[in-house]
């Protein structure tokens, strides 16, 4: 195959051959990625030439033009809706000779009947739900929290969604509208030191190392398993007061109650609430539940065993007769992942009704990440609906030179098409359920994402496009279903006209205060902040504003030595130093016109600052992550380290009710004052 007839079928398969960087400089693709990528793109499902696809995404009111060639100048056409009646009528003609349904004035997803054939009509509202549908107009508030890092008392050294419900209900009573959450995707069970809440195994179910066992069961019963196990209280003791989570200590001693309990309550008289929860999740729960005990018992066996691409062969289908052998004669072990995800599904939802309860207009936030883990149950259970043996991540750019690699697998874009985009909506709806809105991590993924072969350089990449518009309205429809707002995590490199194509849907960006810059660096003032995004102090991946002030983020990139390259220590602190002096020009009180010192009081005045300019946003909605509220200096996670920074393991200080201690308490009334209207 010659090189140009190699790049025409890359075109044709989706994917960038001639990409502009963060810069405006072009790119062309080498042959060997495109190559790589080909053989990846077309392992997928693939439509059929000519055929129908399974779904049609429209817009309510407006016409929707099907991939069909008439027969005549006009077809007839049957539409059942979702919710009952009949539509019957004449489809007429595009432009472009192909068939066209006249506007369709209900949403939902409706049964066409059209040519002989019947597909679902997927029929979107014009944009998702808002903040001021949600509030009637008024401008809303909330929080951010990363739910491992909460305690509770006996929580083990792990919080919980037990400890997320009891914050929901503080938020509340301070008037939060809003409380927007870490990721709760299933992880590994049996590999507690894969704990990245961005690196899932499924996106479908719930990471069960979150399940509050005393959602279900009393003091006395998980008292009397203690003893029974002979679990010392010094040891949970230890576990609890540590400043930072222990996962494999954490995570072995949470699931070793959680078994004992199951033994001893559960496994023989399920409760009929568990029994229909296991119903109602159907097969796709009952494969998440044989892959975790599939993968502990392939560990058992080695190291390699963590990866299902590395087991025995009639193991890697999971409708194999051998998988099937393993579920039947192991079904207490199935039972128990089965159980597992019954109790986490409890306490989250108990979280989400304890939001709405104590007066939340929103509710709780849910965070979507951009892709899983390819090694997780997921991507064993549905290999059709995604591209394993590539990965995502981002081209160079200047915090990136060397571009970067995710480790995660996303969906195949002609898979989406074949299977009338289920798996796309599937997980859509595990993470809206029970919540009042979403985060969709790195939302340009809905057009396109940087797609890496197996095994090649992040930089040896391209972008693969995906049906961005269809996405969009399926966003849109679910939240509409849902009554969700959504939230676009839209930093680093965005395609052109991206930003006002989710606007025209109501999906909000994100203003994150570091960022809201003008041409000469200079910090915006917060009235000209984007009236379509979230404002924010800052993200999980970016420093606190104390840390910041203090250059604790530098602190560690000098350390780890991640500084960028070409920077040294010396320079990099003489820029903060020149940016706390624009911040600082921009945030302070007329009462406090000089610079605070870079000491621990100091950049409490600047966090009080902060939080104070950022309510003041033209943002329908304004966070402020619990970090900030509490003046905490460190950072969740430090992008770009695997090790040498506690990524994922802070946890929260100690002490009374969070929201009580006097500095949270103060923040909150600055952010509450700063929506309110003057």
Not at 453 to 478: C, I, K, Q, T, W
Not at 512 to 538: E, H, K, S, Y
Request: a neutral charge; glycine letters at 10%.
């Amino acid at each position: 195959m010659d090189d140009r007839t190699l790049r025409a079928r890359a075109r044709k398969a989706g994917l960038v051959t001639v990409w502009q960087d963060a810069a405006g400089a072009s790119h062309r693709v080498g042959l060997d990625t495109l190559r790589s990528l080909l053989r990846v793109l077309e392992d997928g499902s693939m439509p059929e030439e000519g055929a129908l696809p399974p779904m049609i995404v429209g817009q309510v009111g407006v016409a929707t033009v099907l991939p069909l060639r008439p027969l005549s100048r006009q077809t007839a056409f049957r539409l059942d809706y979702e919710d009952g009646g009949t539509l019957e009528g004449q489809a007429g003609r595009s432009r472009d000779g192909r068939v066209r349904l006249p506007a369709i004035a209900r949403v939902g997803y409706h049964r066409l009947d059209i040519a002989g054939r019947r597909v679902v009509l997927a029929i979107a509202p014009a944009r998702c739900r808002t903040v001021a549908d949600a509030t009637e107009g008024a401008r809303g508030w909330g929080l951010s929290v990363q739910i491992p890092g909460l305690r509770a008392r006996h929580d083990g050294g792990i919080g919980h969604f037990g400890a997320l419900a009891d914050l929901a209900r503080q938020a509340a009573a301070a008037g939060a509208d809003a409380l927007a959450i870490s990721p709760v995707h299933a992880m590994f069970s049996a590999c507690p030191t894969q704990f990245s809440p961005y690196s899932p195994s499924s996106r479908l179910f719930l990471n069960v190392l979150l399940a509050d066992m005393r959602s279900w069961f009393s003091t006395h019963d998980i008292g009397a398993m203690m003893r029974r196990l002979r679990i010392a209280p010094q040891a949970t003791h230890a576990l609890e007061e540590a400043p930072l989570i222990d996962w494999p200590a954490a995570a072995a001693l949470r699931l070793r109650m959680l078994r004992g309990l199951y033994d001893e309550h559960i496994r023989d008289t399920p409760p009929p609430e568990l029994t229909a929860f296991v119903a109602a999740h159907g097969p796709a729960l009952h494969r998440h539940a044989v892959f975790e005990a599939l993968q502990a018992h392939q560990l058992g066996r080695g190291p390699r065993g963590g990866n299902w691409r590395a087991w025995p062969a009639p193991l890697r289908n999971p409708a194999s007769p051998e998988v099937a052998r393993f579920a039947a004669e192991r079904h207490h072990e199935v039972g128990f992942h089965l159980f597992l995800q019954w109790l986490a599904a409890r306490g989250l939802h108990g979280a989400g009704e304890a939001a709405r309860a104590a007066g939340m207009r929103i509710g709780l936030i849910a965070d979507l990440a951009v892709g899983t883990d390819p090694g997780g149950s997921q991507c064993w259970a549905n290999q059709d609906d995604f591209l394993i043996g590539g990965s995502v991540g981002a081209p160079p750019d200047p915090l990136g030179p060397l571009g970067q690699n995710w480790g995660l697998t996303t969906f195949s874009p002609a898979a989406l098409r074949a299977h009338g985009y289920s798996a796309f909506i599937d997980t859509l709806r595990a993470t809206l359920t029970r919540q009042g809105g979403i985060r969709i991590d790195h939302v340009m993924g809905l057009e396109r994402l940087w797609v890496i072969p197996e095994g090649a350089s992040a930089a040896d990449g391209a972008y693969l496009s995906f049906p961005g518009r269809d996405l969009m309205r399926l966003v849109a429809l679910e939240s509409h279903r849902h009554d969700a707002v959504v939230i676009g995590e839209d930093l680093g490199t965005v395609p052109a006209g991206f930003r006002t194509r989710a606007a025209q849907r109501s999906i909000m960006g994100m203003n994150v205060l570091w960022f809201q810059r003008d041409a000469q660096g200079m910090f915006l003032p917060p009235d000209q902040w984007g009236a379509n995004d979230v404002a924010m102090t800052t993200t999980h991946d970016l420093p606190t504003v104390a840390g910041w002030w203090q250059a604790t983020d530098i602190g560690w990139r000098k350390t780890l030595r991640q500084l960028p390259r070409g920077t040294r220590a010396e320079d990099a602190l003489a820029a903060r130093a020149h940016d706390r002096a624009a911040l600082w020009a921009a945030l302070h009180p007329p009462e406090a016109p000089e610079l605070p010192p870079v000491t621990p009081d100091g950049a409490a005045q600047v966090v009080d600052a902060a939080t104070r300019f950022v309510g003041a946003a033209a943002s329908p909605l304004a966070i402020l992550p619990l970090e900030d509220a509490l003046g905490l200096p460190e950072q969740p996670n430090l992008p770009g380290t695997v090790s040498g920074h506690p990524n994922w393991q802070q946890r929260y200080p100690p002490g009374p009710p969070l929201l009580a201690r006097p500095d949270a308490a103060r923040r909150l009334d600055l952010l509450r004052t700063a929506r309110s209207p003057a």
